[in-house]
T-cell receptor, first 111, second 115 residues
Framework: LAKTTQPISMDSYEGQEVNITCSHNNIATNDYITWYQQFPSQGPRFIIQGYKTKVTNEVASLFIPADRKSSTLSLPRVSLSDTAVYYCLPLTGTGANNLFFGTGTRLTVIP | EAQVTQNPRYLITVTGKKLTVTCSQNMNHEYMSWYRQDPGLGLRQIYYSMNVEVTDKGDVPEGYKVSRKEKRNFPLILESPSPNQTSLYFC??????????????FGEGSRLTVL
């Protein structure tokens, strides 16, 4: 079972790069780590996923070190609309059986 | 429009009065699951289903039941609700291969208050 921890909250100014790190026990080599974004009164929304090194899409980058004990979601040049709660979801070797989300990080972007 | 639809979105009820929260998806997804979200605890999985007639317990199944008689629907049943089931509930679905990587499509949530 991957015990998952994230910072409870973070503040950032507009235009800055934000890095949110999720710590988890060793997970299997090919297990995916997925990140979600959640706005108030909405369901979580998939942002990015990967299982090794670095993945980048139009929204974010995901860095996974070789030891896989953590992953870091990187949001480049945040804007006010990036204010949300961010959850990581490391898989635990059993696929979609028993999904354990992190407790979430509330990001507040300040003008 | 592809979506996961939950009903009701808001409900206030009393202890012991059976209720059902419905979840329906129009994307022909095999995998469906339910979560509750509580302050400081994040999202915790209640039940999940890999396909029709296949359901299994998640992390916090006590006090809940589910059924999967049709592919598109996955209702969450509270036979005898108690105040500790006051929470925000989310349904999610996904094609099975994407669910196995952790990629899910969530509904908008159902806020339940049990008095």
């Amino acid at each position: 079972l991957a015990k998952t921890t994230q910072p409870i909250s973070m503040d950032s100014y507009e235009g800055q790069e934000v890095n949110i790190t999720c710590s988890h026990n060793n997970i299997a080599t090919n297990d995916y780590i997925t990140w979600y974004q959640q706005f108030p009164s909405q369901g979580p929304r998939f942002i990015i996923q990967g299982y090794k090194t670095k993945v980048t899409n139009e929204v974010a980058s995901l860095f996974i070190p070789a030891d896989r004990k953590s992953s870091t979601l990187s949001l480049p040049r945040v804007s006010l609309s990036d204010t949300a709660v961010y959850y990581c979801l490391p898989l635990t070797g059993t696929g979609a059986n028993n999904l354990f989300f992190g407790t979430g990080t509330r990001l507040t972007v300040i003008p | 429009e592809a979506q996961v639809t939950q009903n009701p979105r808001y409900l206030i009820t009393v202890t012991g009065k059976k209720l059902t929260v419905t979840c329906s998806q129009n994307m022909n997804h095999e995998y469906m699951s339910w979560y509750r979200q509580d302050p400081g605890l994040g999202l915790r999985q209640i039940y999940y289903s890999m396909n029709v007639e296949v359901t299994d317990k998640g992390d916090v199944p006590e006090g809940y039941k589910v059924s999967r008689k049709e592919k598109r629907n996955f209702p969450l049943i509270l036979e005898s609700p108690s105040p500790n089931q006051t929470s925000l509930y989310f349904c999610a679905s996904s094609p099975l291969d994407r669910a196995n990587t952790g990629e899910l499509f969530f509904g908008e949530g159902s806020r339940l208050t049990v008095l």
